[in-house]
T-cell receptor, first 116, second 109 residues
């Protein structure tokens, strides 16, 4: 089955600890994205990557870091510098980095991070 | 990235058509309009997109006004499983995918 997976579904961490969220896709998509969603709010873009070994900051990149060493993987690290990390994190992929007539984003099931 | 505005919430009776409006008055000529929906605690799901012409697929229909300043997503026979948050977006690039807060559609039995 082709798709995008995120693990784990629920994650608990103590304040001050870094934590890495996994995102893997087997769709052979070039572009990958990380979003954050707070209760009752829309999605906010954290980081995106249009191609391997390249990534760009989104609207709320502070306190987060990413890597894109492989096409199929785009892990997100929530660092201790992120002041309010508790949220629902969504990863997405798209065939190319440019939205167009045949390009839609495919989303993973999300990871709910709770920092205690 | 064209900014889109949507009503915060809407109700629809089960079996009736759900018409979800979206304003995108600043949209430019090459910006597509995309619709996604998000069922509670899941990742958003693509529904449909269009540029100028009306579009229909197995999930919904998309009606775009001639001036392209607004569009309407139509779910022809809403079911309880259509209860979700619906997002209308008009992205221009990889860094302009603004989902906003969408419209919370509640289908009532």
């Amino acid at each position: 089955d082709g798709g995008i997976t995120q693990s784990p579904k629920y994650l608990f961490r103590k304040e001050g600890q870094n934590v890495t969220l996994s995102c893997e896709q087997n769709l052979n998509h070039d572009a990958m994205y990380w979003y954050r969603q707070d209760p009752g709010q829309g999605l906010r873009l954290i980081y995106y990557s249009q191609i391997v070994n390249d990534f760009q900051k989104g609207d709320i990149a502070e306190g987060y870091s990413v890597s894109r060493e492989k096409k199929e993987s785009f892990p997100l690290t929530v660092t201790s510098a992120q002041k309010n990390p508790t949220a629902f994190y969504l990863c997405a992929s798209m065939a190319s980095g440019t939205p167009g007539p045949y390009n839609e984003q495919f989303f993973g099931p999300g990871t709910r991070l709770t920092v205690l | 990235d064209a900014k889109t505005t949507q009503p915060t919430s809407m109700d629809c009776a089960e079996g009736r058509a759900a018409n979800l409006p979206c304003n995108h008055s600043t949209i430019s000529g090459n910006e597509y309009v995309y619709w996604y929906r998000q069922i509670h605690s899941q990742g958003p799901q693509y529904i449909i997109h269009g540029l100028k012409n009306n579009e229909t697929n197995e999930m919904a229909s998309l009606i775009i006004t001639e001036d392209r300043k607004s569009s309407t997503l139509i779910l022809p026979h809403a079911t309880l499983r259509d209860t979700a948050v619906y997002y209308c977006i008009a992205p221009t690039g990889a860094n302009n995918l603004f989902f906003g807060t969408g419209t919370r559609l509640t289908v009532i039995p």
